[in-house]
């Protein structure tokens, strides 16, 4: 999926500038990505395609919302790890394997490590990540590229693995680009008109109230306006 949309924004691009070249000057060019959930992980694998290289210098702002960076280590809901389990345990699904860093018997050879060794962020003006701690969906520290407390008392391989992966990713966030905005936020929703269901207690309710309410990108694009411009 990743190829397939790296193919869609060349083809966008190489649109826009053919028309451009046809019709008058283009001044600049700004690429941004919003993604939500899984779709952050297939935006940043499109974005290391080698057909992306000649178009990484028109990358503007990202926002990730929800998004799984480091995987599902050392994620802490139980009821949703279970669910991973058996889906695993019986689908055999390629995207499950990939995300709980099973895909390959040696950590080091998974597809997110691999991924994070990739310069996917590196280019970006802006980079704002949103996360929940009602979303039970994905560990928090993973949509927020940061250190967990597993993490930091794990001596074993998996605890190195994992920390290789976290250093990547903040190294490209602190790379040498000039005036990069980079920020986290937290979303907090109310959820107590949904009462007590298997939603709220899984924490797929605030994963799904990401797409479901706008409020906080529209505060977002109105208290930081030039990041979208």
């Known amino acids: ?120 962020l590196d280019n970006f003006q802006n980079i704002i990540l949103l996360s929940s701690p009602q979303d039970g969906y ?15 008392w794990d001596y074993s391989k998996k605890g190195k693995v994992f920390l290789e992966m976290l250093n990547e990713c903040l190294d490209q966030i602190r790379g040498p680009s000039e005036g990069r905005v980079f920020m986290r936020c937290d979303v907090n929703f109310d959820t107590s008109n949904q009462g007590r269901n298997l939603n709220t207690i899984i924490g797929r309710a605030a994963h799904i109230e990401f797409l479901e309410t706008d409020i906080f990108a529209r505060f977002i694009m109105w208290s930081f306006p030039e990041l979208f411009r």
Not at 85 to 91: A, T
Not at 141 to 148: D, Q
């Open 1 to 120: 999926m990743g190829q397939r949309l790296a193919q869609e924004v060349v083809s966008f691009v190489k649109r826009k500038m053919d028309k451009v070249s046809r019709h008058g000057t283009l001044r600049n060019i700004k690429l941004s990505f919003v993604g939500h959930s899984i779709g952050n992980v297939i935006i940043r694998t499109a974005l290391a395609e080698s057909s992306m290289e000649p178009y990484l210098r028109y990358l503007h702002t990202y926002v990730s919302i929800s998004g799984p960076h480091l995987g599902y280590l050392y994620s802490s809901n139980s009821l949703f790890n279970s669910g991973l389990w058996i889906l695993k345990k019986f689908k055999g699904t390629q995207c499950i394997h990939q995300l709980t860093l099973t895909d390959d018997p040696d950590l080091q050879n998974t597809f997110f490590y691999k991924l994070c060794k990739q310069k996917t």
């Open 138 to 152: 994905v560990p928090y520290h993973s949509a927020r590229i940061e250190l967990c407390q597993g993490a930091s």
